[in-house]
């Protein structure tokens, strides 16, 4: 890492460096030349070679970023949709790279080949109808197909049927932590307002409407349980400012609005347990330890508390702007088998039984 | 009206202050838009620290944060705030008043060949205007309570209420009138802008024969017109939500233990509103910047621009597609899913006419004899820039892939690059070509070259690792990412990120310098020193109100007819009248 700084930055020296020197040629210069601000044969041949220096570097950036930081991208999709969401993005970032590469290379190899010389004369070359028809229609070609393939895994990913079985359960966002309520034996979450917020005590968290027979059952809770391979129907809700229930290792987002309700399905397909066995996160789950072993050694010097050693887990996350503690209002996710979940589920305590 | 017309003496605050001239506006412009640009990009050193080194003590933050940085440690709060008024004060006062209002007023009546704008008077007031909203946005950040901290998007109800964040207070309602005020101004120096180029066009200089740059200005205007009143409404409704008790956007609501009285409105409405302005936004800034970016490559390449009439038609598809793709912002706003998949598909189209011009700009470099003045160094970056950024768009306009990259860092990433960045590199190059016209004086090439080097390594450096953090999972407006361990491999990232940002804003002293210094001391311009073909070069390099000193040039030929076969020079300046037999390119 301080490589890469120290060579970045001994760079830009050197260019500083050499950019003074000609500060001072050019200074002397002045005095006979009148048109000393515009470039000459001298400035485009330095600045196109650089040209394609820049073009080295776009490139050589690229892959060190790659190099040192894939490893911090998301893991494999843990959702049944999110297997799609992949395909398409990978689709899409390798068409990305293609052009990137491409033009970019392009662009700055003109800069470097063409880079003016006195007596030269450019072409005049105003039009050729047939070359922008040409790139024209390629991209509407390409655009065509990713934007069917998109619009497909759009309509399945949000048109999901309310099946008898899907698990119901309501992410409720509130400044600055989240809570989830599943809707028990009857699979049907009771009304709700912010109106009966104030209810019992306080004790109605998620301000359920205790006339409604159907939340009597529901369950309230603070860590959010998910039966692997079973289809999940979020109903999100806010009760105060915008917020947005954000699942990255789930391909998962969806807006909680305060007086609305907004929906969001998908399948978990890999339990908590097994994502932390996947080799790709014990790596990463590796590295950060180690960061987190390093800082901690830091702290004990200066008399403070050391980190916790880290084990992963999935992540509810605000992605909406909400205020000060914004940037940590989370929730822990287990994605468990349905028989732990079921075993974890009768531990709760029903609505009813809070407000008894 | 006569040239002597305006020949009368002029005291120094008719010239300088309250000048109708738009050369002097479009100075009064420019230089309104640095000072603004130096505390935009000011913040953004400031919380790109604090994002570097989370909650670590620096004494900058104490020196210029105050009682918001206790200890030299930046508080939350403060934190939203400065990237709520870095992206505002970007967005607007840099990026469209100092960019497109500079340069339309520079150049629209020069370029046209008018000796002014339409209405002088109402440019003036447009300026104040611009000047008076700045003045509010900035006092709004010495306010008690602190500035409008919601995001520059300030979506209800997180900015409606007071209870929910402190800048929601007295530091909104200031936001919302220096926007309001913004608008008119907008609004007024738009009108002028149409109505001059439609009516003062000089003879002979049909639309055909437009420079780029014109067009581009022009349909400006046009999208700020049809745009821009819709936000005006928005934040009038806000106002009235938040002051007089209404329900637009506010519905269900309980914070601090109160559930308050608002029924039945919708933030969705807001959003929806919102980015009616918001993203034709993206291209009011953009579009001016690929106008410069067209005359400045053709120009200093020496060559025609390639496929003039593609050029044109791709101005106005965009402009025309900007107007119908806002919901991109909103796939997961929570409106009707149908709704996401007719913003996906046209704001895929928008795509098409963006390669056009990238790969149009390209071809204009093939086989020039391209002159690698510093203008022409940040037009190349512009396109380099306008490439890496507009590619993700491919991602986050496709409602799927926006579901796991929306509001992370992906995003910023993305809009950095593409609108801000290439809008920056688009300012810089009309800055170092139109100098010697504003200032009759030359900046320094040197320090051009040294400027434009370090911010184009800088930019990559700050924005490309910008897209893994995204991918990662990381969502933006984070005070700190260390709630969360399983970040904690980032820190690496943020440190290089703001290292580049630190460099690159060390950068942009060069540029102040070499603008302050040169505007008093740097070399007298020649007429026409870049050897350009647009009319302004026409125009003596003192100014005068009235522009030419007789009569007004006549134009003969479009702005591109460099290294035209059969003539002598490589350039053939608008007003020269064809030579016998010489044909007219047909577009």
């Known amino acids: 890492m301080t490589t890469l700084l120290t060579i970045a930055i001994l760079l830009l020296v050197s260019i500083a460096v050499w950019q003074i020197t000609k500060i001072f040629q050019v200074a002397q210069l002045n005095q006979k030349v009148d048109d000393s601000q515009v470039a000459n044969d001298k400035d485009n041949d330095w600045n196109g070679k650089l040209m394609f220096a820049f073009l080295v570097f776009i490139y050589l950036i690229t892959i060190y970023s790659f190099w040192a ?63 922008e028809f040409i790139w024209t229609i390629i991209p509407v070609i390409v655009l065509a197909a990713l934007i069917l393939y998109g619009l497909y895994a759009w309509s399945n990913i949000m048109n999901f049927e ?20 599943y ?3 009857d699979n049907v979450l009771g009304d709700a307002n912010v109106r009966f917020l104030q209810d019992f005590d306080g004790l109605n968290l998620v301000g359920i409407d205790a006339s409604d027979p159907n939340g009597l059952d529901d369950v309230v809770v603070q860590e959010l349980h998910l039966p692997v391979g079973r289809k999940v129907i979020f109903k999100m809700r806010s009760q105060d400012v915008l917020h947005s229930a954000y699942m990255p290792h789930f391909r998962a987002q969806m807006n909680c609005v305060p007086g609305m309700i907004t929906e969001f399905a998908f399948t978990p397909t890999t339990t908590t347990e097994e994502m932390r066995q996947n080799p790709d996160m014990v790596a990463k789950v590796q590295k950060i330890n180690k960061i987190r072993y390093d800082k901690s050694q830091e702290l004990i010097a200066n008399g403070e508390e050391s980190l916790e050693s880290y084990q992963f887990d999935y992540l509810l996350l605000c992605n909406k702007i909400c205020g000060a503690s914004h940037y940590n209002m989370q929730m822990k996710i287990i994605v468990e088998e349905e028989k732990d979940f079921n075993a974890w589920m009768a531990q709760q305590r029903t609505f009813a039984q809070v407000i008894q | 009206m006569g040239a002597d017309a305006h020949h009368h003496k002029e005291t120094f605050i008719t010239k300088y202050i309250f000048s109708q001239d738009h050369k002097m506006i ?67 006062f840099v990026l469209t008043a100092g960019l497109s209002g500079t340069f339309s007023n520079l150049l629209i009546p020069l370029q046209i060949g008018a000796r002014d704008m339409a209405s002088g008077f109402l440019n003036m007031i447009s300026y104040w205007l611009f000047f008076l909203s700045s003045v509010v946005m900035l006092a709004s950040l010495f306010v008690e309570a602190g500035p409008a901290a919601a995001g520059w998007t300030i979506y209800p109800p997180l900015s409606a209420l007071p209870q929910a964040q402190p800048g929601s207070g007295m530091g909104m309602t200031l936001w919302l009138v220096s926007m309001a005020i913004f608008i008119a101004s907008s609004l007024l120096g738009s009108l002028n802008y149409i109505v001059t180029v439609i009516n003062l066009r000089t003879k002979g200089m049909s639309m055909t024969r437009l420079p780029l740059t014109i067009w581009a200005f022009f349909v400006t ?26 329900s637009f956007f506010l519905s269900d609501i309980f914070i601090q233990g109160e559930v308050l ?46 496929g003039y009439r593609a050029m044109v038609a791709s101005i106005l598809a965009i402009a025309f597609l900007s107007t119908i793709v806002w919901g991109h912002h909103m796939f997961i706003s929570g409106m009707n899913p149908f709704l996401g998949s007719v913003f996906t598909f046209t ?12 790969f149009n700009y390209i071809t204009t470099l093939w086989k020039g004899n391209l002159q690698l003045n510093p203008a022409m160094l940040f037009s190349i970056g512009l396109v380099s820039t306008f490439i890496t950024g507009g590619l993700t768009g491919i991602i986050l306009g496709d409602s799927t892939l926006d579901i796991n990259v929306h509001d992370t860092y992906f995003v910023v990433a993305h809009f950095h690059l593409v609108m801000g960045i290439s809008a920056l590199y688009g300012l810089f190059a009309g800055v170092y070509h139109w100098f010697p016209k504003m200032f009759g004086r030359m900046l320094n090439k040197q320090l051009g070259y040294i400027h434009f080097w370090i911010t184009a390594v800088c930019a990559y450096g700050v924005f490309f690792p910008m897209h893994f953090i995204g991918m990662a999972g990381l969502p933006r407006r984070y005070y700190t990412n260390t709630a969360f361990p399983y970040f904690d491999d980032l820190a690496d990232i943020n440190v290089v990120i703001t290292i580049f940002a630190l460099i690159a804003g060390a950068a942009q002293i060069v540029f102040l310098y070499n603008f302050i210094h040169s505007m008093f001391y740097g070399k007298k311009a020649e007429q026409n020193p870049w050897k350009s073909n647009t009319l302004e070069w026409t125009a003596p390099v003192e100014h005068f109100h009235g522009n030419w000193a007789g009569d007004i040039p006549e134009v003969h030929r479009w702005a591109y007819d460099y290294s035209k076969p059969g003539h002598e020079e490589d350039y053939v300046p608008q007003h020269i ?11």
Do not use: C
């Open chain 2, 347 to 358: 704001t895929l189209l928008i795509a098409i006419p963006s390669a056009v011009k990238a």
């Open chain 2, 577 to 587: 009248p064809m030579k016998k037999g010489e044909e007219e390119l047909q577009h």
């Open chain 2, 221 to 246: 205007a046009i999208i700020g017109v049809v745009s821009f009143p819709v936000l005006l409404s928005a934040a009038l409704l806000l106002i009235m939500d938040r002051s007089f008790g209404t």
């Open chain 2, 261 to 306: 009285h608002y029924q039945g409105g919708s933030p969705v409405l807001f959003e929806h509103l919102f980015w009616f302005l918001g993203h034709p936004e993206v291209y009011i800034v953009l579009l001016p910047a690929l106008g410069i970016t067209s005359e400045v490559l053709a120009t200093n390449a020496r060559k025609p621009i390639f």
């Open chain 1, 183 to 185: 809707a028990g034996a």
């Open chain 1, 162 to 181: 309310e099946d008898e079985d899907a698990l119901v359960v309501e992410l409720y966002a509130q400044q600055f932590n989240w809570k989830a309520r």
């Open chain 1, 69 to 131: 930081w894939g490893d911090v991208l998301l893991p494999e999709s843990a959702s049944e949709h999110g297997k799609d969401y992949d395909r398409l993005m990978w689709i899409s970032m390798a068409l990305i790279f293609f052009v990137q590469i491409v033009t970019q290379a392009l662009l700055h190899y003109f800069s470097y080949k063409y880079r003016g010389r006195k007596g030269l004369k450019a072409l005049f070359y105003a039009d050729n109808d047939r070359l």
């Open chain 2, 26 to 92: 479009s100075k009064q412009y420019l230089i309104t838009g640095l000072i603004m640009g130096i505390v935009g990009i000011g913040m953004s050193l400031l919380f790109r620290l604090q994002l570097a080194w989370p909650e670590q003590p620096f004494g900058i933050f104490e020196s210029t944060l105050g009682k918001w940085a206790p200890d030299g440690v930046m508080d939350p709060n403060v934190y939203l705030a400065l990237v709520t008024i870095h992206g505002t004060i970007m967005v607007f």
